[in-house]
């Protein structure tokens, strides 16, 4: 299986050298915009919730993915949990279909539901130590570190999204993040400023100065799973962005391929981007080798 994937990503690197040959990599797959929190940041949970695709079309959208050339999906929200059919079927039975068909499985949850181990790898959502996760998400930081603490999940992340509330908080939550023994890595991203919420963008001084606190924190040895080179390039957006590598899969089963933001935000502003996917897999396939490991220990390929 090692061998097969391997195989894959080579050949996949190779033919995307040639001239139009753009072929996704990875892909986002928003199951539901229904959500248990109202996070203030969050766009999402504002649209409509009577879009969303039965298992049938679930599996239907999984294999268009696949034949466009997906191998690596991530299952999101809303939250990914609530997501259920008709006919009663259940995330569960999503993620079985999906682990038939790609290489590596995840999803990203707030954490307020169970955590458990359906997928090859979870990532749940902290946004700060207390004050700051509680103001943007409501008074849910106890239980989803309860949550944390509680799984048995063998590849559980938490991933934070940085932004004005938080951002002076990042080095005591990764030390915190630190001492619980079920988290197995620490991702980040800076927040985008959707339409309406441009007071939690956060300016460019003081995404400097996180970026290099993160830097300083891996270098120490803190699990922090993005690599030196990508943090980095998120300091100016430095790196040459590749969105060809992502698509992304709507609830009712559209897909875009290329950027996150693409359909979902009605203006683009490349220079406040702050998705560290991004800059990862765009160094990863310029072969960037500490992009290329990054990779390789988050979705397991060794």
């Known amino acids: 299986m090692i061998g097969e994937q391997y195989a894959y990503f080579v050949a996949h690197n190779l033919r995307c050298r040639l001239p139009r040959h753009r072929i996704p990599l990875l892909a986002s797959f928003k199951l539901t915009h229904r959500c248990n929190l109202r996070c203030q940041g969050c766009p999402f949970w504002r649209q409509p919730h009577d879009d969303e695709l039965d298992l049938a079309g679930v599996i239907a959208t999984l294999d268009r993915l696949h034949s466009m050339g997906v191998r690596l999906v991530i299952f999101e929200g ?3 949990m609530l ?27 707030n954490g307020i539901l169970p955590i458990e181990p359906i997928t090859d790898i979870t990532w749940v959502s902290v946004d700060g ?8 998400r409501g008074p849910t930081f106890d239980k989803v570190m309860a949550n944390i603490e509680a799984s048995v999940h063998p ?12 951002w002076q908080d990042i080095p005591a939550l990764v030390r915190l993040l630190a001492t619980m023994p079920t988290v197995k890595g620490i991702t980040i991203q800076f927040y985008y400023p959707y339409e309406g919420t441009e007071n939690l963008w956060l300016p460019r001084e003081q995404r400097r ?17 993005c690599s030196v080179p990508s943090l980095a390039a998120l300091k100016d957006n430095t790196w ?20 996150y933001l693409e359909s979902r935000t009605s203006h683009i502003a490349c220079d406040r981007c702050g998705f560290a996917a991004h800059a990862e897999i765009s160094l990863a396939y310029d072969a ?13 390929f060794r």
């Open 240 to 259: 040459r962005c590749h969105p060809w590598l992502i698509a992304s899969a709507e609830p009712d089963g559209r897909i875009t391929h290329g950027c």
């Open 288 to 300: 960037n080798l500490r992009s290329i490991n990054a990779g390789r220990r988050i979705f397991g």
């Open 83 to 109: 997501w259920r059919d008709a006919a009663g079927h259940t995330v569960h039975d999503v993620v079985r279909k999906a682990r038939e068909r790609f290489f590596c499985v995840g999803l990203t949850t």
């Open 129 to 136: 130590l207390q004050p700051a996760h509680d103001a943007n």
């Open 155 to 166: 590849k559980l992340y938490v991933n934070v999204t940085i932004n004005r509330l938080n």
């Open 78 to 80: 809303g939250e990914p």
């Open 209 to 225: 100065q996180v970026l290099d606190e993160l830097v300083a924190l891996k270098r120490q040895g803190y699990p922090i799973a």
